[in-house]
Structures are given as C-alpha cells and as structure tokens.
C-alpha cells in the first residue's frame, strides 16, 4: 500500500534499538519502494553530530543489521540522503527550535515521532512536542516498552500521554504484534472454514506459548533486576499473543474491533494460584556468569524464568490450560505457540497405533513459520501404523520469493504507523488490564518473600517447571 510522504523523528535515533532495528527496517522499506522521495526521517539524540556525522553512524549499521540490500552502496547512499540530525535534550531546551525548522510546514502531512529511549522520558518528551508546537492533528507518537513498571505507574503514563495527545495518535509498540507468524496465525484463524469450528475447549486440550532465549541479561542486567521475566516478557509479549490466540472473531480486521476482542480475553482471565507459578533464576554453567553476577546483587530474588498455568474463564476456553514459560540462559532460541488438539476419542487401528493428537506449531524464531501436525499411514507394506508429520503450512515453495523476504516486525510496524494503521498496537486500557492481572501475582510473590528456584544455564529452566506441567499428564514441547 503506498503511503504519502511523511516526516519520522527518531528520539534516540543513535540509540541500540534505532540502529539495529528501526533505521535497517526503514531502509529496507525504502528499498522496497514504499518510502517516498520527499519523505525525511530526523534523528534526534543527545549526542553532539551533524548529518554527515549522523549518516555515518547509519551507514555502518545498515551494513550490520539490514541483510542483502546493504550490499546495494546506490541504495544505501540514496537512503542515508533522506536522514539528518538534530541534537536535542528531552529535558531541556535544546535542540527543539532546529528540530521544528527541519519539519515540513503542513498541517496534513503526516508527522511522527519515535520515543526510541528510557520510558522515563516518554511523558516529558510529549510534552516538549506540545509546548514546542511540533504536534498537529496528523503527528502521532510510538511509544517503546516498557509501558510502565505496574498498573499505578502505567496509569500515570497514560494520563499523561492523555494531556497532549489523543489516543488515536499514540501507538504502543509491541514487536511480537508485527511478526509475520503473529499475522498469519489471525489469517489462519480467521481466513479457513477448517479451524474456526474447533478452535475452543471442546477440542483443544491446551495451548503453550513459549518464549526461550539462550542470551543471558548481560549488560541490561542491573535494569532487568528492577523488572524481571514477568514484567519484562509475560504482561506484554506473551500476554499479547495469548489475547489474539484467544480472542473472539472480530468483526473487522480494524483497529478497535480487533482489541476490544483482546480486551475481554484479558477480563476474563483468571487469577493464578501461587502453586501454579515456577520463578527461576539461572546460575553460572562454569562458561557464563550467573544472574545474580549479571545483575550485580548477589541477594536478587528477580527471576530470569518464568512458567505459569492460567485460564480464561469464558464459554470458549473454560477448564483449558493455557501453559506460559519464558526464560532465559535456555538450551535454545525459541518462540513458539502450540495449539495441541485432544485425542482422537477412539482408536479404530488397535492399541498400537495409540491416540493421536493434532498439534499446530506456530513459530516466532527461529526460522518462521507454522506447521500443522497430522497422522498418516506410514508408508510400505507394514500395516496400518500411524505416524505424525508436520505439514508446512508457511508454503515457502509456493510464495517463493515473497516467502524469503519477510519483513521484518519494526518495519512492518513503522509504516503502520505512518498510514495511520493502530490494528497491531497496544490500546491504552489493554495495557493497563494486563498489569491489573499481573500485579497481584507479583506482590504476591513478594509479600511471600518467594526465592526463585535456581537452574542450570544451559539447560531447560527449573525442574519445578516441568512438573508444572507433567502433573497434568501433559509436557512442555521441546526448545531445542
Ligand atoms: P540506548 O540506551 O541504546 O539509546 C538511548 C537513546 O536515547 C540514545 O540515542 C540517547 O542519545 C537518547 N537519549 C538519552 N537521554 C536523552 C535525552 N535527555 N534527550 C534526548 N535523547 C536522549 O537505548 P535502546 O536500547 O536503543 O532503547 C531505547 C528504548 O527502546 C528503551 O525504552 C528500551 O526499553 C526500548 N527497547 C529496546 C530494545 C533493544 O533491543 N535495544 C528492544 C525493545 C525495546
């Protein structure tokens, strides 16, 4: 779809996330065709640089992080001309007289102005852009996680977004939303007779969502202490991806239809049992530091893991376990939703062919993609055994090409919020519905004084966690 040309300033335009992620996905867009000649993008930091200066650092990172296309110096040269650079202090007064004269004078030019930094310079930054005059009717504002710290404190952002702009201008960015899987899954979902019917607790045993990094929390490790694995993952990302596997069928594929849906999934959550939860800190493999080393406080009780058991309690989903774990210092990369069908009700093959279980695979990373597990006749002359394999249903074959490219979430998202598109962004009282289910298991666990279990790293988090699920006559799939 192509979009008008547009001004984008990047606060924290030098920062890790713009130049690993934003600027590279914005260069490949405009090699894609879909960023406008006359379009500008601004970065604006504390640094002190001027645009060659500023097109340098860029440069260097689209050569990193922006995959074939940089090896197009043209493309990358052409690019780097629509990028400049204003120093600008969020919290003072420098910089913003500069900033406004580089926008475009035009109330319907779409303006928009990515607070790629610290969450506490989201509000003032809000309202430095109203008090300077550079907010119009078209501006609006991404806004990185985290999205506050509990519900108190992400009421207090809201309300103070709320003073300056409209909730129709503030995109809450969550970068699972802009994953092609994520997308394909509502498309699946949504776009075949086949699952709809059997999509509720009639015939989904359970669902597991997944989150497994092998990184420790390295150099973040004093900042994730203060959030740990709940705040840090399971309130926004998982949470997200359990509302749109949960969610009702929308009416429309449209931004407030769409998360009034995700909404209720979250009312209609379930508190959690204390006995439900398993927290995991990691501890040195003798090749990596521990957690309590990475975050500097050999006294932490954050943890680094968590697995938890929850439910919705609607007509849909009652009495189905939803199993969440992430973690990290894991035995693999993974990011995956399992859909996991009930047995058959009967076996008509005999004992040995066992009962089988249809198990949708959705995965985020490595490799995207989603498969469908089927049973089939194992083929030659040895009887009616049955086997299960994977059916590929990201038909990388079929869509060739398309299939290779996929877009990255940041770019995919960015230019969302250039047309103006909120469908795969955070609502404001989504937001805040979360935190309402997440902050009494936290102060729970920390009245309690609760110490997480500790686990190798390395390995495939606590044993508790295994037992979480096993209990239940069910298993975590492998994140190998
Ligand atoms: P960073 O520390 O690498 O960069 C921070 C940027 O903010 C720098 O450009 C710095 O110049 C600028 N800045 C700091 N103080 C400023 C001020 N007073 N005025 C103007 N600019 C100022 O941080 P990052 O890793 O790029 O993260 C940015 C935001 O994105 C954070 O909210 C973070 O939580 C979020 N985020 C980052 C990642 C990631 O992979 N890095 C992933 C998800 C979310």
Request: glycine letters at 8%; aromatic letters at 8%; hydrophobic letters at 40%.
């Amino acid at each position: 779809i192509p979009v008008s040309p547009f001004d984008l300033v990047i606060f924290g335009g030098t920062g890790d996330l713009a130049q690993r992620k934003i600027l590279p996905g914005l260069f490949r867009r405009f090699v894609a065709g879909q960023i406008p000649t006359e379009s500008r993008i601004i970065g604006a930091a504390r640094a002190d640089m001027d645009d060659a200066g500023y097109r340098d650092l860029i440069r260097a990172a689209i050569e990193e992080h922006a995959g074939k296309h940089s090896a197009d110096k043209d493309a990358v040269e052409d690019f780097l001309r629509h990028l400049s650079y204003v120093p600008v202090d969020a919290m003072g007064e420098g910089g913003w007289k500069e900033l406004q004269e580089l926008l475009v004078d035009d109330e319907e030019r779409v303006r928009a102005f990515y607070f790629s930094v610290g969450p506490n310079l989201f509000g003032p930054l809000a309202e430095q852009l109203r008090s300077h005059g550079l907010a119009q009717r078209e501006s609006r504002i991404v806004v990185e996680k985290p999205f506050g710290h509990d519900l108190e404190t992400a009421r207090a952002l809201n309300e103070e977004l709320a003073q300056h702009f409209y909730e129709d201008q503030i995109y809450r960015i969550d970068h699972y939303l802009g994953k092609e899987t994520v997308q394909n899954l509502m498309a699946v979902r949504f776009g075949n007779m086949l699952f709809e019917p059997l999509w509720n607790a009639q015939y989904i045993d359970h669902i597991q969502i997944t989150v497994a990094e092998t990184v420790g929390v390295g150099g973040r490790g004093s900042y994730y202490d203060n959030s740990g694995a709940m705040r840090d993952m399971v309130q926004n990302h998982l949470m997200q991806l359990l509302c749109l596997i949960a969610m009702e069928p929308p009416a429309r594929f449209e931004a407030d239809a769409v998360r009034d849906e995700k909404l209720k999934v979250i009312r209609a959550l379930d508190p959690v049992d204390p006995d439900q939860i398993v927290r995991g800190q990691y501890t040195s493999d003798g090749t990596c530091a521990s957690y309590r080393e990475d975050a500097e406080n050999p006294a932490s009780k954050t943890e680094s893991y968590i697995a938890l058991k929850c439910f919705i309690s609607n007509w849909r989903w009652a009495n189905t376990p939803f199993y969440l774990r992430t973690g990290k210092r894991l035995s693999g990369r993974a990011s995956e939703i399992a859909i996991v069908f009930k047995e058959t009700p009967h076996s008509i093959f005999g004992i040995d062919s066992g009962r089988h279980r249809n198990v949708l695979s959705i995965r985020l990373q490595p490799n995207e993609g989603m498969t469908l597990g089927v049973t089939i006749k194992e083929p030659g002359p040895g009887g009616m055994r049955l086997v299960d394999v994977p059916l590929d249903m990201t038909f990388a074959d079929a869509l060739g090409e398309q299939a290779e490219d996929v877009t990255d979430a940041y770019e995919r998202l960015i230019m969302d919020v250039i047309r103006g598109n909120q469908t795969l962004f955070m609502r404001g009282d989504e937001v805040e519905a979360a935190w309402a289910w997440t902050d009494p298991l936290i102060e729970g666990w920390e009245r309690r004084g609760d110490n997480p279990k500790p686990y190798d790293a390395g390995s495939a988090g606590p044993d508790d966690a295994a037992f979480l699920i096993n209990r239940d006559g069910r298993r975590w799939r492998s994140i190998k």
